[in-house]
């Protein structure tokens, strides 16, 4: 079989292919991802948007794209993440289009084609890895193999990733969860916000308000609220100043409870720092530190920013949490307002279950009141 499709990434290699999903030229940021499962909420979690994710794990496609069919909400229990997929593209070294599985509805390529999702498979997905390591992210851009790598590099220096990616993910309107009666009142602040972190909340019986990343917090108040959630999200925590704002006006009045970019906003707003990674976090498999409790926990995560630990020296947040492998700032907390934060995502879709614990700390926080 010929190849079809190709990679040119910014720092000059090319990689040839064969397509699959949407059939369409697209300039994204090249990151990789080390789960060896959990394809289809990777391709559904909005972290990842104008991103082409490198599949470290080597079959992708195999069990499908999985729903219940008796499902009143397919959402509410189905393995998407949002309603609809705006990750950049899918890069993997081989995808199966026969999938083996009694809830798959849909292979992942007729997903892809259904939202305009790219993707290229036969890639030696292990050196694109290693070279990612090695240089750092960058700009791919996915094309046809008739693309030369002159015009491809122009069109790599010419195209901008967006930095409105956040405005583009979060929700437009207000939605309402019931809960339980006499269930705390939450609202989330939806920066690009994982399905699972609903999930997790409304089983244990609170009431939900989901609004829009630029809510300010005059409006959060108006709920009253018995605690505000930061979601995560994709991009840089700096291009969503609005965000940062309303957390400012809302701590000390509010238990606050923040995951991924919602840690990151946080911290923003006490005065620390945040710093681009040299190749992100993407996986499955994370040992993060307790710093509290000395416990180890195998965490999920998706960022490519992290917050400077010499920066948060002059704020009132401690650092609860670190990474092992390389002693990145994973928890922040700030007992006086009760505000606390994770890098990682303790909703684990997809990942391990150690860490679900931070929603029975949110809540014990809301219990007790500000």
């Known amino acids: 079989m010929e190849y079809n499709k190709k990679i040119i990434l910014e720092s000059g290699e090319e990689y040839k292919g064969f397509s699959f999903g949407a059939d369409k030229e697209c300039v994204c940021e090249l990151v990789f991802n080390t789960s060896m499962a959990g394809y289809q909420e990777i391709l559904s979690d909005p972290s990842y948007t104008f991103q082409a994710v490198v599949m470290t794990y080597p ?72 070279h990612i390591r090695d240089v ?33 993910v979060s929700r437009k309107s207000i939605r309402k969860t019931e809960g339980d009666r006499n269930s705390p009142v939450i609202v989330l602040i939806d920066c690009g916000m994982k399905e699972n972190i609903v999930r997790s909340m409304a089983k244990r019986g609170a009431t939900l308000y989901t609004v829009p990343w630029d809510t300010d917090a005059d409006t959060v108040l108006s709920y009253a609220p018995d605690g ?30 923040g995951i991924c970019l919602g840690h990151q906003l946080i911290s923003l707003a006490y005065g620390a720092r945040t710093y681009k990674l040299k190749f992100g976090h993407r996986g499955g498999n994370h040992p ?12 999920s995560q998706n960022h490519s920013y992290a917050v400077d630990a010499q920066s948060l020296a002059d704020t009132p947040l401690k650092v609860t949490h670190i990474n092992l492998l390389d002693d990145t700032v994973e928890g922040v907390s700030c007992e006086k307002d009760k505000v606390f934060s994770v890098q990682y995502h303790p ?24």
């Not at 909703?347 to 500000?370: H, M, N, Q, T, W």
């Open 59 to 130: 079959l992708i496609g195999n069990y499908g794209m999985c729903e219940d069919e008796d499902a009143g909400e397919v959402f509410a229990v189905s393995d998407y993440e949002c309603e609809n997929p705006t990750i950049g593209a899918f890069i993997v070294r081989e995808y199966n289009n026969e999938p083996s599985n009694f809830r798959s509805r849909h292979s992942l390529d007729e997903v892809m084609k259904k939202y305009g999702i790219t993707g290229i498979y036969g890639v030696d997905t292990r050196k694109l890895t290693r």
């Open 136 to 168: 750092g992210s960058m700009k791919v851009l996915i094309c046809s193999p008739g693309v030369s790598k002159e015009e491809g590099l122009k069109k790599l220096a010419e195209t901008e990733i967006p930095k409105d990616a956040v405005a583009r």
């Open 288 to 299: 993060v530190k307790n710093l509290e409790t000395g416990r180890i926990e195998i965490t």
């Open 228 to 257: 505000v959630f930061v979601s995560n999200g994709p991009g840089d925590p700096e291009d969503v100043p609005e965000t940062i704002a309303t957390i400012k006006a809302l701590t000390g009045r509010v238990p606050i409870f």
């Open 347 to 370: 909703e684990s879709a997809p990942g391990p279950c150690d860490s679900g614990y931070l929603f029975d700390r949110f809540f014990k926080l809301i219990s007790e009141g500000v």
